[in-house]
């Protein structure tokens, strides 16, 4: 469905978590969620944690497939005893429910995600309360045909505190036979009264044999070098589409370019990075960058630490850099401090909207003081 | 899939279906109207995920098949159509396409795939019976102006119908709400119905039922399980969701001992209400009733925008009573009543009022007084 490119639960670059039938590497998971459905005690709240990218919305789609194209079985097993109890999640394409999932069609299931703002015809930055009493109609009249009802919010870090106080109470004793399936990329920042009513299902970073097969299903044409893209990506798959999407290698050895010159400053560099996140509907590269400086900080950080260079590297050249400004562990606690000074000033910075322009050659000759000292 | 139909016949089964698409409506399959051609008749089915129509239509269908195009686009290009035309309906699944035809215009559509259109699966009903559309409608439309729009109390956003203890034994009967006033109405009940399982019938549901219903003597089929509600003529299906929650004990609600009784013409009492009314404030729109002998005193007091005050003669013989009311509340179950006198039943001015239609016992309605 390429017109619905912007929708608020899908990563820019790749397909929507409903698109991708197979999950790769999160087997634990999986089975933890069958475990807990084999034993007729399925909890109605789950809560989906790990860092981005790493396949939570997939796995909640697969859930709510597998919950709605699974059919009851009866109390008694029928004549032959009950059926042998699942052992994936995998519901065929071809299954009513499938179909009817990809066209958004599917009356057993409701997504909340960031809606649109209808006075600004905007999308919003938050899941606002109206989102939330969304689900009241949804719970308010009866099940299709009497079968389950399953609720994805995506994510559930972007409620803002009126909507998660919203969901709360539905979170709390939703009606019969509901599953609430919560993606989380910070568990620790929602409310903990929410954390308490779910049960958690933790994803975990892919490990690079996962990562090669998860990112030849999404069928997308990646460069050949994949080695840098997997060093950036850090085992998420979602950031790995995003980065190649938007550009993220090519700014990332800009970025160690720059490096490369300091203590001395390239300044008609530096003004043509911060130019370049400073133009109009690029907030998604703009955030690319940030996070391009975060990884880059880490790596420095890491390299004093460990006194070795983090390989594979990331671009080309990247070693030397490293090695040259982040030898010591002296020098890596610095990049460390750095690194989270510049995250809160960053953070602060675009809250109260500051220009991304001003924001990137902060991070510049901050980093250019760092590397001087 | 390929078939002729008649213009005019076409256009009532699609005008009928495409009334449940919603229109603020984001998902491109929910927009569409399946439709699925068979032996010697078409269906046209819409949906909004809570009700599901189905039109069913004569049409010489030269190709059976199925599939789905936009309901609105499809409805008023049949509705620019002369009157009187031939057309014939055409999908062609490989292009993704329906063509249709009519004289000399020819059109051709867009199709998604009739996998993709959620169709509500035919389960079992507990209940099936068959009622008259001159007694489905008098429950209906005498009930659903109580229907609340509050949706934190969700339970009260619909008509509860279910099987009573009526004045003359069992009886089907509607209840709706809003917690300032009640209508209940009885019907007899239906054979077949006995078994029905109580069900609240969402606020869209009775709104598109009523087009079901223009036609006194049409039998519809009625079939009723905890989950789901049907209703059926011969060419339409109406299927819905029906509200999941628990309808409030409303018979501790009717008050039982009111003694003092007002009789008056309806229709004098709801223009009565609707003048004095004009001067009170737009938001309590509150109405005095002054009641003495053999006469009804009804007045506003709006201190920002002036008094107003008019005398009916009714017939009242009871001791004399002050009581307040929301005018909105009055002129609507006034407007209940259409054959007989309005009957009111007060006890004191806190307490709610009955009011019935004449002697006829199987409509009761019960608002709430406002201090004054």
Known sequence: MSEENDRPDQAPGAPHPRDTARLIGQEHAENAFLEAFASERLHHGWLITGPKGVGKATLAWRIARFLL?????????????????????????????????????????????????????????????????????????????????????????????????????????????????????????????????????????????????????????????????????????????????????????????????????????????????????????????????????????????????????????????????????????????????????????????????SLVLDTVFKMQETASR | MKFSIERGTLLKAVSQAQSVVERRNTIPILANVLIEAEGDSVYFRATDLDIEVVDKAVAQVERAGATTVAATTLHEIVRKLPDGALVSLNADTAAGRLTVEAGRSNFSLATLPKEDFPVMATSEYESNFSAKAEVLRRLFDKSKFAISTEETRYYLNGVYMHVADGEDGKALRCVATDGHRLARIDAPLPAGAEQMPGVIVPRKTVGELRKLLDEDDMEIAVSVSETKVRFATPDITLTSKVIDGTFPDYTRVIPQGNTRRLEVDAADFAKAVDRVATVSSERSRAVKLQLEEDRLILSVNAPDSGAAEEELAVAYSDERLEIGFNAKYLLEIASQVDRENAVFMFNSAGDPTLMREGTDQSAVYVVMPMRV
């Open chain 1, 69 to 357: 194209g699974t059919p009851d079985v009866e109390a008694d097993g029928g004549m032959f005893g009950a059926p042998p109890p699942p052992t994936t999640l995998d519901i065929s394409p071809d299954h009513p429910v499938s179909h009817r999932m990809a066209a958004w069609a599917e009356p057993g299931l409701a997504c909340i995600t960031r809606s649109i703002n209808e006075d600004t015809k905007k999308l919003r930055n938050e899941i606002v309360v109206e989102d939330i009493r969304k689900l009241g109609k949804f719970f308010g009249l009866s099940a299709a045909d009497g079968g389950r009802r399953v609720v994805i919010v995506d994510s559930a870090d972007e409620m803002n505190t009126s909507a998660a106080n919203a969901l709360l109470k539905m979170l709390e004793e939703p009606p019969a036979r509901t599953t609430l399936l919560l993606v989380s990329h910070q568990p620790t920042r929602l409310l903990p009264t929410i954390r308490s009513r779910c049960r958690i299902l933790r994803l975990s970073p892919l490990g690079p044999d996962d990562m090669a097969a998860a990112l030849a299903q999404t069928g997308i044409e990646l460069p050949q070098n994949n080695d840098h893209l997997a060093a950036l990506a850090s085992g998420s798959v979602g950031a790995a589409l995003r980065i190649a999407a938007l550009g993220g290698m090519e700014m990332y050895a800009e970025l160690v370019g720059l490096l490369a010159s300091m203590p001395r400053t390239d300044r008609a560099r530096a003004l043509a990075l911060a130019e370049a996140a400073a133009q109009r509907n690029a907030t998604d590269k703009f955030e690319l960058l940030l996070n391009m400086f975060d990884i880059l900080m880490s790596r420095l950080a890491r390299t004093g630490a460990t006194g070795e260079v983090p390989l594979p590297e990331a671009c080309i050249n990247e070693s030397e850099t490293l090695r040259s400004l982040g030898g010591n562990a002296q020098k890596g606690r610095a990049w460390a401090e750095v690194s989270a000074e510049i995250t809160a000033r960053t953070r602060h910075g675009k809250a109260v909207n500051l220009d991304p322009a």
